[in-house]
């Protein structure tokens, strides 16, 4: 019997049906949205602005301002998080331990990747890091879900992947329970740190996340990375809050 029946035979026995219309799923591309549904998350036309003031920026890079105070070098956001089924599928996904739908919120920021023409670009120097959860939480949710869009993203492009390269400190207030932005800014710092110098050395690096608010999370891990030693620091979220 061919492997690919046995898809076939759970969609028989337990339908999928889309996060959207509710129509049963078959053979579409997605997991849980249909061909017509994914086609109406619209993505980033481009990645043009600083991540932490908002002016326009080439290329999503932090602008020489914000460039002083902050780490993270660029930020690349994939879809608009005012799509109500945008955040539909990151609230699922985050608090209702839907862990398959993080590979659909992967297979549309690999589109994003191929719409802005970067991904050709993404060459072996690159790795590609999740951002960590600490063990409390880990434990809780039973997966993170930006290492299961790293899984997927690893095998798209001609990156290398670091699963464990980051830590996070347990104890802290979750980012979701902090509302003003300096709280935020300030709740995560030295919450992140980098558990092998020496892979990370010269390497440029892609850290990868479902969704950014203020970019604490992100810039922490960058201050991580860089302080082990790393050239380059590039934020890439689903969305953006």
């Avoid at 209702?96 to 050709?120: C, P, R, S």
């Avoid at 960590?132 to 997966?143: C, E, I, T, V, Y």
């Amino acid at each position: 019997m061919p492997d690919n029946i046995y898809p076939l035979i759970l969609d028989i026995i337990f339908p999928r049906y889309c996060l959207s219309c509710g129509v049963i799923l078959w053979r579409e591309e997605f997991v849980y949205l249909c061909d017509n549904c994914a086609q109406k998350i619209k993505l980033n036309d481009s990645p043009a602005r600083c991540a932490f003031c908002h002016a326009d920026s080439k290329n999503g890079l932090t602008c020489r301002v914000c460039s002083r105070k902050y780490d993270l070098d660029a930020l690349l956001v994939a879809a608009y998080y005012e799509n109500p089924l945008v955040q539909k599928m990151i609230k699922l996904v985050k608090y209702q331990f839907a862990y398959t739908i993080a590979d659909d919120i992967a297979k549309l920021m690999d589109k994003y990747l191929l719409k802005i023409k970067i991904k050709g670009g993404l060459d072996k120097n690159f790795l590609l890091v999740p951002v960590p959860l600490d063990k409390k939480r880990r434990a809780w949710r039973g997966f993170n879900q930006s290492e299961i869009i790293c899984d997927f993203l690893s095998k798209q492009i001609p990156c290398n992947y670091a699963k464990n390269i980051l830590a996070k400190k347990s104890g802290l207030t979750p980012q979701v329970h902090v509302a003003e932005r300096n709280s935020r800014l300030a709740n995560v710092v030295g919450a992140f740190g980098c558990l092998d110098t020496e892979l990370v050395k010269n390497k440029n690096i892609l850290l990868v996340d479902d969704v950014a608010t203020t970019c604490a999370t992100l810039n922490d891990c960058a201050r991580a990375l860089k302080s082990a030693g790393a050239r380059y620091v590039a934020g890439f979220a689903f969305a953006r809050n």
